[in-house]
């Protein structure tokens, strides 16, 4: 499959957008196991258009990194085409319009999962970031406001039509937040929708290669998105992306392995946000790595008041001679 002039070999896996989790060095670890399509963290198009550094920063990206999708939010038409415009000089290989972000700040304001409650606008903030811009847009959104209103499979059809190129559907209401079982009977129903021609790729609770399987086997879809179980355990890609070439599934990382790779990632993450924030910004990696480690949390807890680089990468010295 393809978006615009991407091409994606069989069974793409893409690694979500993840606000504070996304930046440079967990896509760098996303990248390293296989992920086929990486996102920057979602940037506000209010404060592109202002130049607000923070934001901007967000628009960095290596060319290692290709191919590379930067997201975009925001409420207002206009403000989005000239934030996709200031997104587009970048050079990045897609922009992805976020029409799914639940929190109150956002989807409050009517952004995000909020424009699930106003189609139309939803539509005419596509069309004005594709007529701005000259590189694939693709949007990603919920299957709707809440369990009484699930208008999905008639909005990928809307979005297509105004020139959106790919869509990624998580399997959930807004109302849902991130509880609750993803349902993806709807993202099927919109995969299997004849008028629709654009890639379909669907998301929620993908965290095993066998369920990642199923994704494509049982709904049918052109790739898959996997978030919150990439946290932690970046080489779920490599699981997965094995799984799906050989139909074997790979020995699990050893502790000394995950160590390793940790370790790495640590490195790559003091590199980009410098000391201490880049061992700061590990602590949401660590509090979901080392899964199922006996009598693993009076060290996990320590791990995560750790903000010294050396201190960190000797804990985790120690957590391999301990565990591994
Ligand atoms: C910490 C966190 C931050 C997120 N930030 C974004 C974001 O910036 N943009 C976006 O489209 N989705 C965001 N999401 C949603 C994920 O991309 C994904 O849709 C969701 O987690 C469901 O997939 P999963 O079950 O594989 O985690 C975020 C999710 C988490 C857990």
Redesign the pocket.
């Known amino acids: 499959m393809h978006i615009g002039n991407i091409e994606f070999e069989q069974y793409p896996i893409f690694a ?6 996304s930046e440079p060095s967990f896509r760098y670890m996303c990248k390293k196991h296989g992920a086929d399509l990486l996102y920057s ?2 940037a506000a198009a209010d404060a592109l258009v202002r130049s607000i550094n923070q934001t901007m920063r967000k628009l960095i990206a290596f060319e290692y990194e290709r191919p590379f999708a930067i ?1 975009i939010f925001g409420n207002n038409a206009h403000t989005m085409a000239e934030a996709a415009k200031i997104v587009a000089e970048v050079k990045p290989d897609s922009i992805d319009i ?1 029409f ?2 639940p929190v109150k700040k956002i989807a409050g304001k009517g952004s995000g999962a909020g424009l699930l409650r106003d189609i139309p606008k939803m539509i005419s903030i596509a069309d004005a970031v594709v007529k701005a811009v000259n590189i694939p847009v693709t949007a ?1 959104t919920r299957l709707g406001w809440d369990a009484t209103d699930m208008p999905i499979v008639s909005v990928a059809e809307a979005l297509q039509d105004v020139g959106i190129q790919a869509l990624t559907i ?1 399997g959930r209401t807004r109302a849902q937040m ?1 509880t609750g079982e ?1 349902d993806w009977r709807l993202i099927g129903e919109v995969k299997r929708n004849p008028r629709m021609h654009i890639p379909i790729i669907g ?4 965290d095993s290669p066998q369920k990642a399987k199923m994704a494509f086997d049982t709904f049918g879809v052109d790739a898959v998105m ?4 990439s946290i932690g355990a970046p080489w779920i890609f490599r699981d997965v992306k094995h799984f799906l070439r050989t139909g074997e599934i790979l020995p699990p990382m050893n502790v000394r392995q995950q160590v390793e790779e940790l370790k790495e990632y640590t490195l790559k993450s003091v590199e980009f946000k410098g000391l201490p924030g880049g061992v700061i910004h590990m602590r949401r990696q660590f509090a979901k790595a080392f899964k199922g480690l006996e009598n693993f949390r009076d060290t996990r807890i320590t791990l995560l008041t750790k903000s010294d680089l050396q201190e960190t990468l000797d804990l985790l010295d120690c957590i391999a001679q301990r565990w591994g």
């Open positions: 979500a957008p993840m606000e504070d989790v963290e979602f997201q976020n799914g972000c990603k998580h991130y993803a998301n929620g609770d993908i996997i978030g919150r179980a």
